[in-house]
């Protein structure tokens, strides 16, 4: 099957597509010590408190078995925690050791180093998967999404956190000046480090990029799930909804 690539290569980072894996890695270890400050900085501080109400909204429940995939530092994990009442039940996975290792020191939860296209988890083990902001990273969202599907027990939610970028051209560009502009060099200025700065130039790239919300529903819908949805808050914030 033809894979469901989230954005077209980006030749501003690296030269050829079979280079995006590795440019992201790097990008993420080298990056990893200032991801939660950046988040903080991009977010105004609200940012796990947006990822516990998109939690909520999508249904986690306390008691409830979950699996963050891109976990990262755990930012998102670590808002379920909250929910769910038991770090036990949740397993936050990354490929980047940069990042988990950045991740640890918060986590009271199981960390495992791996990609979404390969997730080494029984069938049925999840009542929930969440995905906060990294679906764009993702080889083929087909594989990630059938896997997904898999490891949920039959009536298991997914949730995808991601970034849209407006539709009117208007609106892009002024978001377009602030992300990939204002947001990267004020960024690099504070932390005195180019890297971090290009990681949040990256972010803005490929949220310009990334396919529309249509092919995301498309390819939920065609790994299998029901009850795809998407809601949107603030006009750029998309929360993907779907059911095993
Ligand atoms: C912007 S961070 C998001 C971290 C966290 N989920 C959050 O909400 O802040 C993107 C993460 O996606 C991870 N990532 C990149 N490629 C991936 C893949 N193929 N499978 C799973 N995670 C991936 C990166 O290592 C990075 O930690």
Known sequence: MTPVVPHPPLADYYDAPEEREHFVRDLFDDTAPWYDWSVAFLSFG???MYRRQALERAGL???ARLLDVATGTGVVARAAAKITGDAN???GMDPSIGMLIAGRPKARFSLVEGG???LPFRDESFDMISIGFAMRHFADLDTVFRECRRVLRPGGRMLILEITAPE???ARTFLGAYMGGVVPALATVIARD???GRMLAYYWATTRDCVRPSVIL???RGAGFSDV???VELGMFSEYGATK
Request: aromatic residues 0%; charged residues 30%; hydrophobic residues 30%.
């Open 229 to 231: 949805n998407r809601h």
């Open 194 to 196: 180019r890297k971090v």
């Open 116 to 118: 979404g296209e390969h």
């Open 61 to 63: 429940t306390k008691g």
């Open 89 to 91: 039940a949740i397993v």
């Open 168 to 170: 009117s051209r208007a």
């Open 218 to 220: 498309d390819a939920l």
């Open 46 to 48: 609200s940012g796990g």
